[in-house]
């Protein structure tokens, strides 16, 4: 007993106190990008031919944040197209709205007043691992701890589908998930709303044209919110869960 009071003395306060903390990341991190619309035709072509995930449309010179991995292969080669912030703010309502011409705008959750009205004191979400690699999963896992501390906001993961608002959904969607995916789907009580978190949940991501993937979510289920990134940091799933819901 006499460790466990001197360790926890000595670990000290360690909770975040998000949002009012300024958050600031290693400079390794790719956050929202930011795209130039004055860069060349050439540095445009370069890098759509270079990314993995063909997030980018050199036509439209857009980027496709939902599709986008962040491996930061763009940052590799000299071009004035995209850079990235250390901002880890990024979240959309709408598939549409991942799809940059020059910066992911933060959406207006003022729109949001049933959900906030039915949600915003106390919400149970369940998570779903739809056949990911588990690093959304992971990134998910680490709010329960005392430096996110997702759980005084009223925000909490339950185990059962029955006990929870709505669900958070991570991976591609495989074959073999689908139909367990949909059976929770239909075990959540309604009104309930659907998050989707990663690339692979958005998109598909890198296993999108596989014939044993179904390629995104919103191919199944009504999508309340999209969260990208591969996978999201742990700061940008919280900002949205508390914008969504509060």
């Not at 250390?86 to 003022?110: G, H, V």
């Not at 659907?194 to 998109?203: F, L, P, R």
């Amino acid at each position: 007993m006499n460790n466990l009071i001197i360790n926890r003395i000595t670990q000290g306060y360690r909770t975040v106190e998000f949002p009012s903390d300024k958050i600031q990341l290693p400079e390794a991190y790719l956050g929202r990008p930011v795209l130039n619309p004055y860069a060349s035709d050439e540095d445009v072509q370069k890098v759509a031919a270079l990314c993995p995930a063909d997030a980018i449309n050199p036509d439209e010179r857009t980027l496709d944040l939902g599709k986008c991995l962040f491996c930061g292969k763009c940052q590799s080669i000299k071009q004035n197209f995209i850079s990235f912030t250390r901002d880890y703010r990024m979240f959309a309502l709408k598939r549409e709205d991942l799809i940059i011409k020059d910066t992911l705008n933060e959406p207006d959750t003022s729109s949001l007043k049933t959900i906030k009205k039915l949600f915003g004191k106390s919400v149970y979400m369940r998570e779903v691992c739809a056949g990911g690699c588990n690093a959304c999963d992971a990134d998910i896992n680490v709010l329960n701890t005392p430096v996110y501390d997702l759980s005084r906001f009223g925000i909490k993961f339950v185990a059962s589908p029955r006990h929870a608002d709505g669900l958070v959904i991570t991976g591609p969607i495989t074959k073999n998930m689908e139909l367990a995916l949909m059976k929770t789907y239909d075990a959540t009580p309604s009104p309930k709303f659907i998050i989707a978190v990663g690339t692979c949940a958005i998109s598909g991501g890198i296993f999108r044209e596989n014939e044993e993937v179904v390629g995104g979510v919103d191919k199944i289920l009504p999508v309340d919110l999209y969260i990208p990134g591969c996978p999201p940091h742990p700061f940008t799933n919280l900002y949205a869960f508390v914008k969504f819901f509060k």
